[in-house]
Structure formats: C-alpha cells, structure tokens
C-alpha cells in the first residue's frame, strides 16, 4: 500500500513541476495551442472539401466524421500530455546512459522511465475537441445518455493507456537496436485511427488493425460508444488488447534491463 | 577580392561535404525516420481505397492518381529541407547561446547555416525520393499515372533549384524571428501546420472551392509541393509551369530582403550568457 501511496506521490510530483515548467514558458504555450488548433483546422478543411464532393464516407457524414475527428484528439492530447514528453526522450536515455540514474530511485523504473514530464499545452488544447464535438451535437441529433458519457471516457483513457504501453513497448527495441525510431512508430503513423474502422476491409487486415496494431480500435470504441453505436463485444476486445500490452511491454522490458549496460560516467 | 570569394565558397563547400557525411552517418535513423512517414502515409491510403469504391473518383482523381499524388507531395517535401533544417538549428543555436561560438568562425553565420542545411537536403532528398519512388516504380498501375516527358523533366529539374532557394529565403525569415522569442518550436509549428494545409500535403488543393483556390494561387506555397506533384501527373501546362517558377522567384527575392532586414535588427539586441 506504501509502494502504491509513493508511486501516486511521485506522479503529482511532476504534474506540479510540469505545469511551473509550463507557465514559465507563456509565449511557447499560446503559441502550442495555436499550432494545435491549425492542426485541427487542417483536418477539418480535409473533411469538408473531401465531403464537399461525396456525401459519405462508409456511411458516415461530415458531422459524424468531426465527431469522430474529436474524438481522436481528445486521445491524442491525453497521449500528448501524459506519455510523449516521455517517450521522445526514452531512446536517448537508454542510449546515452541515462537511465542509469533512473535505475536507482526506489521506485518502479518503468514507470520513472515513461513518466517523468507532462505537456501542460495539449490538456488545454482540448478544448479545441471538445468544441468540435458541440457543433457537431448542435448541427444534428445523436443518442447520448450520461453512461454513455461516462463509457466513453473510460474507453478513451484505456486507449490511451494502451498506446502508452505499446510505444513503451516499440521505444524498448532501443535497447536492441540503438540507432532505429521505433519509438513513436505508432503514433507516427495513427492519423488514420481518426477515420472510420469500416475502411479496414478483409478479415486479415481486420485481425491485425483491431489487435496487434489497433488502429481501429482506439478512437473508434469510444467515438461508438458516445453515439450509442457500438458493437459491445469490442469493448471486451479492447480490455484484452489492453491486458496483451500490459504483459507485452513488461516482458520486453525485462528482457531490454538485462540486455541494458549502462553508458554513463 | 576575386580571392576572398573563391576563399568563402571553398569554405562553404567543406562546411556542406562534412554536413553531407554526418548525415550518411545517421543514414539508418533517416532511412527509418522515412519509413514510418511512408507507413503513415500508405495507411491513409485504406481511406481514399474505400471514399474510391464507393464513388468512382473524386474530382478528377481514382485510386491510382491520388496514390501517386500523395506519394509524390510528400517526397517533394524533402526539397524544402534545407530551410527547415536552417530554421531548426539557427532557432535552437541563438537560444542556447551557441550562435555566439558560430559568430566567431571565419565565415559568415548565414552561409554556414545554409551549407550546413543543404549538406542535410542533399542526403535526405536522396533517400526520401528513393523510398517514396518506389512503390511507383514496382506497381504498374502506379507507374502508368505519371507523365515523365523531357519538358516535365526539364521542368521539375528547375523547381527543384527555385523551391530551395525559396525555402532558404522565407525559413530565413522564420528563422530570424528568434532574436524576439524565448523559444523556437512553437512558432515553427505554426508556420509547419499552415504550411501543411497550403502546399498540398494534406489534400489535392484542387479539390477545394474555387476561392481557396484563387488565394493559394498568388502564394507562392502551393508551388513548392501541390504543382510538382501535378506536373509529375501531367495536369499542369508548360505554360503554367513557368508561371509557378516565376512566383517562386519573386517571393524569393521578397523573402530575402526582409531575411536580410529581420537579421540586421535582430542580432543588435542578441546578447549571450556562455563560455
């Protein structure tokens, strides 16, 4: 229970520091929101010119598809927030010794090593989703009861969750590979989770984009779940994917700490 | 002072043949870094593959033009790397301290930004072209889609030259904005995420509305991936061509010139803490 109450007190540790680290810097933070809102505004564009020449895509229209978009955002910010700042430095620390003095804090070094900062700009830019989502309820009628809310957020963080562990897992090979960009392959290349799962045809392709690499997964149960539209066995589906990862990324771990030497002085 | 040219010219060559050699050093990071844009891009193809089964084609483009396309905007992305590169290392450089030890070298900082820079594009254009090429190349029906005549060839040959110096140019400016912030990227991801949608990466531009269209046309952004790219498809005239390297060529020259006023200014208030 102790090793619990330390690990919680760690991670508020470094949201209080995140966010000092993030106000010191006010310029940088508009100027993020911005970026990330003309990120939004360039996919929206896509949407609408796309949908400016065809009226559907896999039977979905152009308010679906920004709910969906949203959606995505949503999860992607989370991932911004939590698992990147992270992440992007994980190679480095294995390759230039750093994780040695991670090694020694007395705490669980998976979780020093993949937690160590938050990105205080992404949290705020969702706001952008979460307007996207309101033009979208206000220009038509969806079918949302308060558990399907609450649903929906449960989806979205195991999402989330799930692709931290699976860059966790990718970002390990470093230990294996030290010159590859494994490490952040996934989200890379996710773009394509914000569309709908219906253009991942053929039961092959299904298998792997549902499971191993679970594009159409992610965004799309919780974006189902919200609109009422969800084939619940994919939420059972998506809980084993997350068990698959939590195994995964623990046993590759172990296996990169034993490969690990050290570099440092 | 014949001798002094030929002197700044050999050093800035050295400067672009070491930066050429560090990247070849790096070429697995690069080639890797390549390959996962290239994932990215091929999965945005399952996309297009069903918008085409369900309609036929989309303005213009089926299945096997908008694969190309996308394929082709994006390897043309390369040829504007020089002045992303320069915009990145000068931006990082000023705010770390380090463009003080930069001013001391016996060249100037520009030329050793920009030989730096184009040692970088030279390896990664090589590498991007070939990666994004050859899914062209294997699948005929890919193939069959280009127009690769002499003037199309000829013609592409010179947007290359005009897009790099472009870039130079307008990422110099960018790069130069530094002098008035405490950090680079966040202005840098501006002007990448509008650059996105105005150059063509994100969407062909000709399937906007025509008034989206009519802007981009007296900015000289879409020529720099949108324009090759349709070239390379054959839906671009001579005529056109060289109307798009004109532009090129004016906003380069614009560019330039206030690159060169933003530096003036900009390093009268550089000040440093290093050693």
Redesign the interface.
């Known amino acids: 229970m102790n090793r619990i109450y330390v690990h919680i007190k760690y991670l508020f540790l470094i949201l209080k520091y995140s966010l000092m680290k993030t106000l010191s810097?006010r310029?940088?933070?508009?100027?993020?929101f911005?970026?990330t809102a003309?990120?939004n505004?360039?996919?929206l564009?896509?949407l609408k010119?796309?949908l400016?020449?065809?009226n559907?895509?896999?039977g979905w229209d152009f308010y679906d598809l920004v709910l969906l978009h949203a959606t995505g955002q949503v999860w992607a910010y989370l991932y911004f927030t939590f698992s990147y700042p992270s992440l992007s430095h994980f190679g480095e620390y294995i390759n230039a010794g750093g994780l040695d003095y991670l090694l020694t804090k007395p705490l669980n070094s998976l979780i020093t090593s993949t937690l160590q900062s938050f990105d205080y700009v992404a949290i705020f830019s969702m706001l952008q989703p979460f307007a996207m989502m309101f033009y979208s309820f206000s220009n038509k009628s969806y079918s949302i009861s308060l558990g399907s809310v609450l649903l929906y957020l449960f989806t979205i963080v195991i999402s989330t969750i799930i692709t931290h562990l699976l860059e966790v897992t990718l970002s390990s090979t470093t230990f294996w590979f030290p010159?590859?960009?494994?490490g952040?392959?996934y989200f890379?290349?996710?773009?394509?989770s914000h569309?709908p799962y219906?253009?991942?045809?053929g039961k092959v392709l299904r298998l792997i984009f549902f499971t191993i690499v679970p594009?159409a997964l992610i965004v799309n149960v919780p974006f189902r779940v919200l609109i009422n539209k969800l084939d619940y066995r994919l939420l059972i589906l998506q809980f084993f994917v997350l068990i698959f990862f939590v195994i995964i990324s623990k046993l590759i771990w172990k296996a990169g700490l034993k490969k690990y030497q050290g570099a440092s002085s | 002072m014949r001798l002094v040219k030929n002197s700044n010219m050999k050093k800035a060559f050295t400067i672009f043949k070491n930066s050429v050699l560090e990247k070849l050093e790096?070429r697995?990071?690069i080639i890797?870094?390549v390959i996962?844009?290239l994932?990215?891009l091929l999965?945005?193809l399952?996309?297009w593959?069903?918008?085409m089964l369900?309609?036929g084609e989309?303005?213009g483009y089926d299945y096997n033009k908008i694969v190309v396309y996308y394929l082709m905007v994006s390897a043309w992305e390369s040829v504007n790397l020089a002045g992303r590169k320069l915009a990145k290392s000068f931006m990082r450089d000023v705010n770390s301290g380090g463009f003080s030890s930069i001013l001391m070298k016996p060249i100037k900082p520009q030329v050793f930004y920009i030989s730096t820079a184009l040692g970088f594009q030279f390896v990664r254009s090589i590498i991007e072209f070939t990666l994004f090429g050859l899914p062209i190349l294997i699948n005929i029906n890919w193939r069959n889609v280009l127009d690769l005549s002499f003037a199309n060839i000829s013609l592409l040959s010179l947007y290359v030259i005009f897009i790099t110096l472009f870039s130079l140019a307008f990422y110099s400016c960018v790069a130069y904005i530094i002098f008035w912030?405490?950090?680079g990227?966040?202005?840098r991801?501006?002007v990448s995420?509008?650059l996105?949608?105005v150059k063509g990466n994100?969407?062909p531009l000709d399937?906007?509305?025509i008034w989206?269209q009519s802007i981009l046309r007296n900015l000289p952004f879409m020529y720099m991936g949108f324009y090759p790219a349709k070239i390379l498809l054959g839906d671009v005239t001579f005529i056109d061509g060289v109307k798009g390297l004109v532009i090129l060529f004016i906003y380069t020259i614009i560019f330039s010139l206030f690159a060169k006023l933003l530096f003036r200014s900009g390093i009268k208030i550089y000040d440093s803490v290093g050693n």
């Open positions: 810097y310029v940088d933070f508009i100027l993020g911005l970026g003309l990120w505004l360039g996919a564009l896509f010119f796309t400016g020449n065809i559907e895509i896999a010159k590859t960009e494994l952040g392959f890379g290349t996710s773009d394509v569309y219906e253009i991942f045809s594009y | 790096y697995g990071e890797s870094g996962i844009s994932a990215g999965l945005q399952f996309l593959n069903k918008i369900e309609n989309v303005s912030l405490e950090s990227n966040g202005f991801n501006i995420q509008i996105r949608i994100l969407f399937i906007a509305p989206f």
